[in-house]
């Protein structure tokens, strides 16, 4: 039984897609000399419109990382993906970030910078605009686009506040 549930938990560890956005080291001086210390900032997704981020430090670059994607996979969001891109444009903040995401047509691709492509990527969605305005530090633009993913609505919810069906809405 205890094999079983071993492969399992391996076979979910490999279904997520992880990016590594962000590695940073850092020093301190001490008597003996430099302390090196790293962190590292982690998107986990599956490719279904499931994905989240980590930010995790150690005194090792593989513990950094660990802990990063094992706080990202505990901190995943749902996001309505459809037919590869956002159902609506949307904007997040976070801080002095911005991050402004509009669906693109078919074919578009990713328009994105770094940060933001990593999320999608995880996401799973295909066809993306976006736009980074303000700071352009990794970890807050990371949490800007979060928090514009937190806030799209999927279609059903809109049609059902609105008190109509899909068909009514969008024929």
């Known amino acids: ?3 079983q549930n071993k492969f399992d938990k391996d076979r979910d560890q490999k ?3 992880e990016k590594l956005v962000r590695l940073n080291r850092t020093s301190k001086t001490v008597k003996g000399g430099r302390r090196m210390s790293f962190s590292a900032l982690t998107v986990v997704g599956d490719g279904k419109g499931r994905a989240g ?5 150690a005194n090792d670059v593989s513990e ?8 990202a996979k505990r901190n995943m969001v749902e996001v309505p993906v459809k037919n590869g891109t956002l ?8 801080k002095s970030s911005s ?3 509009k669906p693109a047509c ?4 990713i328009i994105a910078g770094g940060t933001v492509r990593a999320i999608m990527d995880a996401i799973g969605a295909t066809d993306i605009i976006s736009k980074s305005l303000g700071s352009s530090s990794p970890v807050n633009v990371v949490r800007a686009t979060f ?4 806030h799209l609505m999927d279609a059903k919810k809109v049609a059902s506040n609105r008190g109509k069906s899909l068909q009514e809405m969008w024929g």
């Open 106 to 109: 078919p074919g578009t691709g």
């Open 147 to 150: 928090d514009a993913l937190a």
């Open 1 to 3: 039984m205890e094999r």
């Open 87 to 94: 159902p609506h444009e949307m904007t997040g903040n976070y």
């Open 53 to 57: 981020y980590g930010f995790g430090k």
């Open 99 to 101: 991050i402004l995401l």
């Open 15 to 17: 279904e997520f897609i």
């Open 64 to 71: 950094a990382i660990r802990k990063s994607t094992d706080r």
